[in-house]
């Protein structure tokens, strides 16, 4: 089924205009789907109504994922420099059609949870605060969701350090770094080769 149209619009974008004339920033078509890049003051009404207007029914919610964009060195889809975005993805079973909205936030900003609207949006949110210390008004969180308690940091942070690098635990113990325990496993040398000798232990 297409997407429903309104001329060369989304039906979407059209609706939300008319209904919040300065909630929109941005609208962006990008391989098939589109992206409603949207005031971060206005998110809880533009998600609430694509979910609750009859020509719309996004009553699916996906997901809800967190972008670092400190070191994107390309254009940016908010005219705005902040750091993160969040982007959500809804799904209407009116149209079987999809739609991305996001907003952007700088490090300390707060975004207003929707998981009262949307019951699922309860864990991706705290997942994007334990790893990107976004912080959503109404699912705060006192403790880490996915790391351990004296965890420091955000991992999912450009500047966090990646692999080849000691892996800080719990209780301020480091563990090897990855190349220090890697094995070769059934049909892997690390010489490039593959099924040429026994490296399994069988």
Not at 30 to 36: H, K, P, S, V, W
Not at 62 to 80: I, M, P
């Amino acid at each position: 089924m297409p997407d429903p149209m309104v001329g060369e619009e989304r039906l979407e974008a059209v609706r939300v205009r008319e209904r919040f004339p300065n909630a929109i920033l941005k609208v962006k078509e990008y391989r098939g789907d589109t992206f409603l890049c949207i005031r971060r003051e206005s998110l809880r009404d533009v998600i609430s109504f694509l979910k609750h207007d009859p020509e719309l029914q996004y009553s699916y919610f996906s997901e809800c994922v967190g972008a670092d964009y400190s070191t994107w060195t390309h254009q940016r889809d908010f005219a705005e420099s902040e750091r993160f975005e969040v982007i959500y993805n809804l799904m209407s079973l009116k149209h079987y059609s999809r739609i991305f909205v996001k907003v952007a936030v700088n490090d300390g900003d707060i975004v207003d949870s929707i998981k009262d609207i949307f019951l699922g949006a309860e864990y991706p949110e705290r997942e994007i605060w334990d790893l990107f210390g976004v912080v959503f008004r109404g699912n705060e969180q006192t403790e880490r969701f996915l790391l351990p308690d004296d965890w420091i940091g955000f991992p999912l942070r450009k500047e966090y350090p990646l692999g080849g690098e000691d892996v800080l635990f719990d209780k301020e113990t480091r563990g090897p770094a990855v190349e220090d325990v890697s094995m070769p496993h059934a049909g892997e040398s690390f010489d490039g080769k593959t099924g040429s000798e026994d490296v399994s232990g069988r």
